[in-house]
């Protein structure tokens, strides 16, 4: 008899060997299936594949509305990926998801973003921590200069944390100004890095912890017990320097990522080199940066446009009653 559980086992089988996803997808697949398993189990349904059909899945899909909508679309997608391998291994006559209409209603919440002041902020409170170290031997030196190298490289690449923690010394070349990232299902992107005092940090970095860096395995960023430095310290660096930095808001790592987008998008960066820099599959992905980028020019010609310091009120062309027709001006 090939279970639910049989076929979980494959699917997973087949993601980590054939289709080489990373440890990090394939754990939530993981527990994406179990909580799909343990309702079954619950709800007394078959164990055999092939007995789990459209009522089976509509009931689970049900029994998680009270998530995210982006929570259920992953776990959706989990469940459709699962069945269209069993389908093309011939293990069960068809996937039971094709005939559902299932449609999940996301609503699109704008990235949150620094401005120049702000990330200009952070950049001056690092550097003085580090120019404040007067002995090169101790911990505090490496400690300041590295969480200096954290933010640069954040900034300068738009690199996801995970992307940024995973960086080898093997990645960058730093004659060459150039930085490998890799990315979601092992995709490889190179980022170049311009700015000269960006790239002679990251190589004093380099040039005074190499020794360092090859104890940890070669990770370029590492912590005081020479490992790998984890994403969550890095968003813990990120959080202390902000907070330092008199930035009252919760500023994550992946802030950093969408200021770096939306900041290149209003100096008239064409979007399709932000995704590539950013390593988008899709450009619709990278299309929500238009979003805030027309948020922020309507605040700029809001305040800023000339025509406000014109007005012709007193000999109008037809009376102004309310704003009815324009209710987004916010004026009677």
């Not at 299902?185 to 000269?196: D, H, L, P, T, V």
Request: with cysteine; hydrophobic share 35%; net charge positive.
């Amino acid at each position: 008899m090939y279970t639910i559980h049989d076929a979980i086992d494959d699917f997973i089988t087949h993601c980590r060997y054939e289709k080489n996803l990373s440890p990090k997808t394939i754990k939530s697949y993981g527990i994406d299936l179990a909580q799909m398993t343990r309702f079954l189990s619950h709800g007394n349904y078959s164990r055999k594949i092939v007995r789990i059909g459209k009522t089976e899945l509509r009931e689970f899909i049900e029994s998680i509305s009270f998530l995210k909508p982006k929570s259920i679309k992953r776990k959706v997608a989990t469940i459709r990926a699962l069945f269209n391998f069993l389908e093309f291994e011939d293990k069960i006559p068809s996937n039971p998801l094709r005939k559902m209409r299932i449609k999940i209603k996301e609503a699109r919440d704008l990235p949150r973003v620094m401005d120049l002041k702000e990330i200009s902020a952070v950049f001056k409170t690092a550097y003085g921590r580090h120019h404040n170290v007067k002995q090169k031997a101790s911990y505090a030196y490496f400690r300041t200069l590295r969480d200096i190298v954290v933010v640069e490289l954040l900034f300068a690449t738009g690199a996801r944390v995970s992307e940024i923690a995973n960086l080898k010394v093997e990645d960058t070349d730093l004659t060459s100004g150039t930085v490998k990232i890799h990315g979601k299902g092992n995709k490889e992107r190179i980022i170049q890095i311009c700015n000269r005092e960006t790239l002679d940090t990251l190589k004093r970095y380099r040039d005074d912890f190499k020794a360092k860096m090859d104890r940890a395995g070669g990770f370029f960023l590492t912590n005081r017990l020479d490992k790998r430095l984890s994403d969550q310290s890095i968003r813990i660096i990120v959080n202390d320097l902000c907070r330092q930095a008199s930035i009252s808001r919760k500023i994550t790592p992946h802030v950093f990522r969408h200021s770096f987008a939306t900041l290149l998008l209003e100096r008239d960066v064409d979007i399709k080199y932000i995704q590539l820099l950013l390593g988008h599959s899709s450009i619709m992905t990278t299309q929500i940066y238009t979003h805030v980028n027309r948020e922020r020019q309507k605040k700029i010609l809001e305040t800023k446009h000339p025509r406000e310091e014109i007005t012709m009120r007193a000999m109008p062309l037809f009376p102004l009653q309310d704003n009815k027709d324009y209710p987004f001006l916010g004026w009677n």
